[in-house]
């Protein structure tokens, strides 16, 4: 396998300056949209880069859940890897791959926790399984074998048989807060199309072209 002549032309689609949304959440809307229309396996999955406070990166997947005009939020164990990275250094990363469609979208900014209300109202909506599995999982440490856990949601899926599962007091919400975002859409020859949102304060952002 000749991996170096892995390549493949992008010709799908072109990004201009005056196509652009003044909002970038707008922006970001009517792209999300097309992925969600474009037979893309998950749509809302997206890559999560963080840091610790020795700047020591790590990345994960994770799943979009909602966003607004204030951010972009997931879900997780506060305790986990990434958890435990957020409240050392809040400065995030995410990242949406959208190859099929030949886009990519690049976010940085602040990660903060959502409101206990906010969790609550997002975790009473997940299966039944996912619940158990929140109460049962050490997310990111370490476990003696795959029987061990599986035994483990056994025993919580006893416990809450007959009662509405609870939210487990370690897991909760974040939103990231971006101040910018990068539109980034694949052309022929690599001179891809990028466009970078910038924060200037409040909601007013500065529109910018980067090179290939």
Same mark, same amino acid.
Request: glycine share 6%.
């Given at each position: 396998?000749?991996?170096?002549?892995?390549?493949?032309?992008?010709?799908?689609?072109?990004?201009?300056?005056?196509?652009?949304?003044?909002?970038?959440?707008?922006?970001?809307?009517?792209?999300? *949209?097309?992925?969600?229309?474009?037979?893309?396996?998950?749509?809302?999955?997206?890559?999560?880069?963080?840091?610790?406070?020795?700047?020591?990166?790590?990345?994960?997947?994770?799943?979009?859940?909602?966003?607004?005009?204030?951010?972009?939020?997931?879900?997780?164990?506060?305790?986990?890897?990434?958890?435990?990275?957020?409240?050392?250094?809040?400065?995030?990363?995410?990242?949406?791959?959208?190859?099929?469609?030949?886009?990519?979208?690049?976010?940085?900014?602040?990660?903060?926790?959502?409101?206990?209300?906010?969790?609550?109202?997002?975790?009473?909506?997940?299966?039944?399984?996912?619940?158990?599995?929140?109460?049962?999982?050490?997310?990111?440490?370490?476990?003696?074998?795959?029987?061990?856990? *599986?035994?483990?949601?056994?025993?919580?899926?006893?416990?809450?048989?007959?009662?509405?599962?609870?939210?487990?007091?370690?897991?909760?919400?974040?939103?990231?807060?971006?101040?910018?975002?990068?539109?980034?859409?694949?052309?022929?020859?690599?001179?891809?199309?990028?466009?970078?949102?910038?924060?200037?304060?409040?909601?007013?952002?500065?529109?910018?072209?980067?090179?290939?």
């Amino acid at each position: 396998m000749d991996i170096a002549e892995m390549r493949h032309e992008y010709t799908r689609g072109e990004l201009r300056r005056e196509e652009l949304r003044i909002d970038p959440f707008e922006q970001f809307t009517l792209w999300f *949209e097309d992925a969600a229309r474009g037979a893309i396996l998950e749509p809302n999955a997206m890559s999560l880069a963080t840091a610790s406070r020795a700047g020591r990166p790590s990345l994960r997947t994770v799943l979009l859940k909602s966003f607004d005009a204030r951010g972009f939020v997931f879900f997780t164990n506060l305790e986990s890897r990434k958890g435990r990275e957020i409240a050392e250094n809040p400065q995030v990363g995410l990242l949406f791959p959208w190859l099929a469609l030949e886009r990519q979208v690049v976010i940085n900014g602040q990660a903060e926790k959502v409101s206990p209300a906010e969790t609550q109202a997002y975790f009473v909506t997940r299966p039944l399984g996912s619940q158990l599995a929140a109460w049962a999982s050490p997310q990111s440490g370490i476990i003696t074998s795959r029987n061990a856990l *599986e035994t483990k949601w056994e025993e919580v899926r006893r416990k809450f048989a007959d009662v509405q599962v609870p939210l487990p007091p370690f897991w909760g919400g974040y939103r990231v807060i971006p101040d910018e975002l990068e539109f980034w859409q694949g052309r022929a020859n690599r001179l891809h199309d990028r466009f970078r949102y910038r924060r200037q304060g409040g909601n007013s952002w500065l529109i910018e072209q980067l090179a290939p």
